[in-house]
């Protein structure tokens, strides 16, 4: 019941029972003591640390209307909570369409909910025609953090725990679309997106997100296209929009220990809020749908493209700096270990193959040479 036709039954076959047995024994496996349990992913919404009672994610064969629960929190907006989870919705069902149509597979889908409100909704496409591994999962989260947790998931020294005691946890809520597509074919990129809205108690919300591409070969026409259709997305909305996250995008997704960049960037925000939510609201909206024409005609046009077995192993120790950034950098990445997540959806994002070669230099004049230029110096698109 309530399965997208994108979305394969004979996946979800394994009885709700069976799969809460193995997360209770997956949680006994990472617990000491009670504790809760993330539902996110790469930069996402994700819950974490102890409370009085253990609350065991309960999979479930029908997804429920909403994953929000009512709330007394103090200064809850619970209009925007709403809306906000039923636009994921929609969005993670339009994108994933989307993509199994190119792909000609369907995704297997996990619901989840916990006693206390919240749940996520995972879809993955493994072992595609086109993509190797598709992922995109909603959360929607309660809990209360460390504030040293509530600093990891936020940036540039934003004081989300204002006005608590030091060491005293602080109330949350969250909602997140997280996303991460890794075709087979070389020459096609890997995207990623997440969007995102954050709450904690007493009335303190903020909006993050952005969208990224990460290519094993430079066709500019290509890069200029996705960040084409960003750039005009965040003019609808404000003009400075995004020559701003353009740039904060270039700095998050650094590897310092290697001195480049993860992929050829895009747009990235966090710790929005100087603005009319419902302002934030309608430009992330407008964010989620143009992930689909900004990436899917990159893939349509390079998913039969010939290459060679070097140009294969070339993608694998590109995709290799994609996991050193995720288990190294990723704030949402390093924020769900930290607090005890939900590990299928952390680490969602990771390629299901990947490759490191000891002390690899590219060839001058080469296709690799000329993307680890744009890897080490950020170009204008």
Known sequence: PNVPSFCNPAAMRLSA?????HTRRQQKRSCRGP???????????EEGGADDQ????????EVPSSLVRDDDLSGANMDMRRRFEANCRRAQDAICKAVSELDGAEFRQDVWTREGGGGGISR??????????AGCSLSVVYGSMPQEALASATTRGADRAKGYAPGERVPFFACGLSSVMHPRNPMAPTMHFNYRYFE???????????????????????????????????????????????????????????????GLGGIFFDDLNDRD???????????????????????????????????REWQQMRRGRYVEFNLVYDRGTVFGLKTGG?????????????RWEYSHETEPGSPEADIMDAFKNPREW
């Open 342 to 354: 939900r590990i299928e959806s952390i680490l969602m994002s990771l390629p299901e193959t990947a």
């Open 124 to 133: 993955v496409l493994a072992n595609g025609n086109v993509f190797e591994k």
């Open 200 to 262: 904690t108690e007493g009335g303190v919300w903020w909006f993050g997100g952005g969208s990224d591409l990460t290519p094993a070969y430079l066709f500019e026409d290509d890069v200029k296209h996705f960040h084409g259709t960003y750039k005009q997305a965040c003019d609808k909305h404000d003009p400075g929009y995004y020559s701003k996250f353009k740039k904060w995008a270039d700095e998050y997704f650094y590897i310092k220990h290697r001195g480049e960049t993860r």
């Open 35 to 45: 504790c809760k349990h993330a539902d996110g992913g790469s930069d996402s919404a």
């Open 277 to 311: 939510p419902e302002s934030i609201f309608a430009f992330s909206k407008e964010c989620l749908d143009s992930v689909v024409p900004a990436y899917l005609p990159l893939v349509e046009k390079h998913k039969d493209d010939s290459f060679t077995q070097k140009q």
């Open 54 to 61: 253990l609350e065991l994610a309960q999979y479930v064969d």
């Open 17 to 21: 029972a069976a799969r809460s047995i």
